[in-house]
């Protein structure tokens, strides 16, 4: 009995699947906010807006630190970031809570290399980490750079996300 009643319900979804086409979702517009988010300017609070939205610390040796903010198209705050340090940095930097890095061999493609605003070659690979925020509703991306052994050019864009 249950095989007799299956089979009119497969056949009546399978005329529903027929009849409704592809079932791809419509790409979702990105929520604005009604003002865009105030942004610090001063460099000790672009920094320490940086490390609050995104739970990263920028390792205490790193060298030529820069970090830039700007609005994402959804009006949020979208932090850029580089700078040079050691293995040791980078490895301290990359193993928050939620950000995974992963050892590559290649190097960064040209997409990456302008997204990212990579300059550097690199003489080993890259590392790619990437993870959300655990306290705060962001993204978080880095990729660096081996320029020379054991020295790290790093590379990342935080944002938070809207809603």
Same mark, same amino acid.
């Given at each position: 009995?249950?095989?007799?009643?299956?089979?009119?319900?497969?056949?009546?979804?399978?005329?529903?699947?027929?009849?409704?086409?592809? =079932?791809?979702?419509?790409?979702? $517009?990105?929520p604005?906010?009604?003002e865009?988010?105030? %942004?610090? $300017?001063e460099?000790?609070?672009?920094?320490?807006?940086? &490390? &609050?939205?995104?739970?990263?610390? /920028?390792?205490?040796?790193?060298?030529?630190?820069?970090?830039?903010?700007?609005? $994402?198209?959804?009006g949020?705050?979208?932090?850029?970031?580089?700078?040079?340090?050691?293995?040791?940095? %980078?490895e301290? =930097?990359?193993?928050?809570?939620n =950000? $995974?890095?992963?050892? %590559?061999?290649?190097?960064?493609?040209?997409? &990456?290399?302008?997204? =990212?605003? /990579?300059?550097?070659?690199?003489?080993?690979g890259?590392?790619?980490?990437?993870?959300?925020?655990?306290?705060?509703?962001?993204?978080?991306?880095? /990729?660096?750079v081996?320029?020379?052994?054991?020295?790290?050019?790093?590379?990342? /864009?935080?944002?938070? %996300?809207?809603?």
């Open positions: 009995m249950r095989a007799i009643l299956g089979l009119p319900t497969l056949m009546g979804a399978a005329l529903l699947v027929a009849g409704c086409g592809s =079932f791809a979702p419509p790409e979702p $517009s990105p604005t906010p009604e865009p988010v105030e %942004l610090p $300017s460099d000790a609070d672009i920094r320490a807006g940086f &490390e &609050e939205l995104s739970e990263l610390t /920028i390792p205490d040796d790193a060298e030529d630190v820069d970090i830039t903010v700007e609005h $994402s198209g959804a949020t705050p979208l932090y850029r970031v580089g700078f040079i340090t050691d293995a040791e940095g %980078l301290e =930097f990359c193993n928050a809570d =950000f $995974s890095p992963y050892t %590559l061999i290649s190097e960064p493609d040209e997409e &990456e290399r302008e997204r =990212f605003e /990579i300059t550097e070659e690199t003489v080993d890259m590392v790619h980490c990437r993870g959300s925020g655990v306290e705060n509703h962001t993204d978080r991306e880095v /990729i660096a081996w320029p020379e052994e054991d020295v790290a050019a790093v590379h990342g /864009i935080v944002w938070e %996300l809207p809603g």
